[in-house]
């Protein structure tokens, strides 16, 4: 899964993703969008955390409601 999102880090470290859409590839074939957001923290020059909330709807079967993530 490969995907890329923007986020602000302010000058005391802290990491915001604003809620977002990216394309994830989770080897359907196909694209899925979903949304993105979370935060995180640099704690020092080599070390930082982020916690991401992913979520949207995966058509498996076309014509059968979606699936949600």
């Given at each position: 899964m490969n995907a890329q999102v923007s986020a602000t880090i302010d000058n005391?470290?802290?990491?915001?993703?604003a809620e977002q859409?990216?394309?994830i590839d989770a080897g359907f074939g196909f694209?899925?969008?979903v949304q993105i957001a979370g935060?995180?923290?640099?704690?020092?020059?080599?070390?930082?955390?982020?916690?991401l909330t992913f979520s949207g709807?995966?058509?498996?079967?076309?014509?059968?409601?979606?699936?949600?993530?």
């Open positions: 005391f470290g802290n990491i915001l993703v859409t990216a394309s694209p899925i969008p935060s995180g923290k640099v704690e020092s020059e080599n070390d930082a955390y982020i916690n709807e995966i058509d498996l079967i076309p014509g059968l409601p979606p699936t949600c993530l």
